[in-house]
């Protein structure tokens, strides 16, 4: 069974450019989570989708944003990217509506030079 | 909002021995509550959850504790082995009981090292 499938595993983009990441849920899996990893502030939480609806958004500016299609597939999109934009961007999936069960892909790594 | 505190932030220990990472929640509403295990270049992986109904949950060397009263839980490993190091998130979600849905917070890590 494959897992969640995280493209591209390394992104190196400059100050001030967008940049587009993709996330291929589990198979039948219908929520869909978006993290943030950073050495100084960990794990954080970014927005979550489940049937193509964000339920749920985090602390994060507008600049972050994203959406689910009807397969479930998922991307995240960041505009006018800052060097604290740099870090590990993490998606999870899980089969029911709610935060059990989330299986996390591998992430992207985001440079912003 | 919730606020998850995870200590110590690193643990080392002899291959065999116990270890044992705390975690305390600030919200009473919070009633899922996983455990993520963390290797280098890869996504956390879930190792074990407990809900708020139930006190204790064991998966063979891996048991979590959670005391509501208190609000925090606990993970323990018995007979670490080498392979057992790696960073350990503690997390916290209100699921259904809130509008959380699927956001956890997670605490800070608790980088394992077990040595041989």
């Known amino acids: 069974k494959a897992g969640v499938t995280q493209t591209p595993r390394y992104l190196i983009k400059t100050r001030g450019q967008q940049v587009t990441l993709s996330c291929s849920p589990i198979?039948?899996?219908?929520?869909v989570s978006w993290y943030q990893q950073t050495p100084g502030q960990g794990l954080q939480f970014l927005f979550e989708?489940?049937?193509?609806?964000?339920?749920n958004k985090g602390n994060f500016p507008g600049r972050f944003s994203g959406r689910q299609f009807s397969n479930s597939r998922s991307e995240m999109n960041v505009s006018t990217l800052e060097l604290g934009d740099s870090a590990l961007y993490l998606c999870?999936?899980?089969?029911?509506?709610?935060?059990?069960?989330?299986?996390f892909g591998s992430g992207t790594r985001l440079t912003v030079v | 909002g919730e606020n998850v505190e995870q200590h110590p932030s690193t643990l080392s220990v002899q291959e065999g021995d116990s270890a044992v990472i705390k975690c305390t929640y600030s919200?009473?509403?919070?009633?899922?509550f996983p455990w993520y295990k963390q290797e280098l270049g890869k996504g956390p992986q879930l190792i074990i959850d407990?809900?708020?109904?139930?006190g204790e949950k064991k998966d063979q060397r891996i048991a979590v504790t959670l005391n509501k009263t208190a609000k925090h839980f606990s993970l323990h490993i018995t007979e670490t082995q080498p392979e057992d190091s790696a960073v350990y998130f503690c997390?916290?979600?209100?699921?259904?009981?809130?509008?959380?849905?699927?956001?956890?917070?997670f605490g800070q890590g608790t980088i394992l090292t077990v040595h041989p």
């Open positions: 999870a999936s899980s089969l029911g509506i709610m935060a059990d069960g989330y299986t």
């Open positions: 198979s039948g899996h219908r929520s």
């Open positions: 989708y489940f049937s193509e609806t964000q339920r």
């Open positions: 919200d009473s509403a919070s009633n899922y």
């Open positions: 407990i809900r708020s109904n139930v």
């Open positions: 997390a916290a979600s209100t699921g259904a009981g809130g509008t959380s849905y699927g956001k956890l917070t």
